[in-house]
């Protein structure tokens, strides 16, 4: 992340958390995305507070913590 917020799609993997880190749409609804940027046009505050969030979402969402995540599961085997 590079500390801004994210406007998705429900599609994806749910990393995202609605206006928490950024804001998830419908899949190809046009107007929704249209009022995601816009919210963040109209509130400049959200866009520190939820790029802040999605940093720090991101830090514990790397192939790194995956892998101990991973690595405990065996070790527990």
């Not at 993997?13 to 107007?31: F, Q, R, S, Y």
Request: glycine letters at 10%; a negative charge; charged letters at 15%.
């Amino acid at each position: 992340s590079c500390g801004l917020p994210c406007i998705v799609s429900k599609g994806g993997i749910g990393i995202i958390i609605d206006h928490i880190d950024g804001i998830v749409n419908e899949d190809e609804n046009v107007d929704q995305i249209v009022s995601s940027i816009m919210h963040f046009y109209n509130n400049r505050s959200e866009i520190h507070r939820m790029g802040l969030n999605a940093y720090r979402n991101i830090q514990s969402n790397t192939w790194n913590s995956y892998a101990h995540g991973i690595s405990k599961i065996y070790q527990k085997l």
